[in-house]
């Protein structure tokens, strides 16, 4: 079997504090995905800070990064549709419009987060980005944080929003989501198999959930993202050295398994998207 391995380089929130070892600029992220690219990762999920290392949807700074990106390697690309809560609808699909990836997030629902901050995907917001995404060539990579957002994706596979087969991001351990034990997957697993069926899918977990499901999705069938947006410890009191040690990492757990890592292509092949 194959296995896509993501790598989430810097996501909205850590910074140089958390760990100084987090890519923040363009030129950064650029260098960070083809270490990791080089490593294993088939798939890059990307978010953008501005210059003060904010979250930032500038489109501006996708079409540097991915240039740069491009110019070193054919790594699937996923753009984030989410990661500055003042975004607007519009800024948040501008720049899929403009670069056409292979991929991008389709958050099913919305949620509070326990920063007291709230995560919104309203209805009708879903319903013109996953309408939009079909007219650009862009595959929604659908990001789930509880069993009722693989609801609300079905509700939106049957309205013929989103096509199918579809493909699905576990986010387990998220704040205010689910959380991240192998109980809590089955039962996500389970509940797109009902909903989804025929439905590929990937998974991750946030801070000490990182591992067990690692080692859980690779056990049900799935694939895996790892990275800094999710976790910026290596390990118990020790922090990550580069997003190149996760997938490192991820890779050898990959092959234990008796699997093999997907190549760019393969995973392609695999999601049904165009290079």
């Not at 960070?32 to 890059?44: M, Q």
């Not at 054919?74 to 609808?89: E, H, R």
């Amino acid at each position: 079997m194959k296995t896509i391995i993501t790598v989430a380089t810097t996501g909205a929130w850590p910074t140089k504090k958390e760990n100084p070892n987090v890519p923040l600029t363009p030129k950064e992220i650029a260098e960070d995905v083809y270490e990791c690219y080089k490593a294993g990762a088939a798939v890059a999920h990307l978010h953008m800070r501005d210059d003060e290392g904010k979250g930032t949807m500038s489109k501006e700074k996708f079409e540097e990064t991915v240039t740069l990106i491009r110019e070193k390697c054919d790594i699937v690309l996923n753009l984030t549709t989410s990661g500055d809560l003042n975004a607007t609808d519009e800024t948040r699909q501008a720049h899929l419009k403009a670069l056409r990836p292979e991929l991008g997030s389709f958050d099913c629902g919305s949620m509070n987060w326990l920063n007291n901050s709230l995560f919104i995907n309203h209805p009708h917001f879903l319903e013109e980005l996953g309408t939009n995404m079909k007219a650009w060539g862009v595959k929604p990579e659908i990001e789930v944080f509880d069993p009722g957002m693989i609801g609300n994706a079905a509700y939106y596979i049957k309205k013929r929003v989103l096509d199918t087969p579809a493909h699905f991001q576990f986010c387990m351990g998220a704040a205010n989501g689910i959380t991240g034990t192998m109980k809590d997957l089955i039962f996500m697993k389970d509940t797109l198999d009902r909903l989804a069926p025929g439905s590929t899918w990937s998974c991750f977990g946030v801070g000490k959930y990182a591992m067990e499901m690692l080692y859980g999705a690779i056990a049900l069938g799935g694939h895996v993202r790892v990275g800094m947006e999710d976790n910026v410890m290596y390990g118990k009191g020790v922090l990550a050295k580069s997003n190149r040690q996760f997938v490192e990492r991820a890779r050898r757990v990959v092959e234990e398994y008796g699997n093999e890592v997907a190549t760019p292509d393969e995973a392609r092949n695999i999601l049904g998207v165009a290079k």
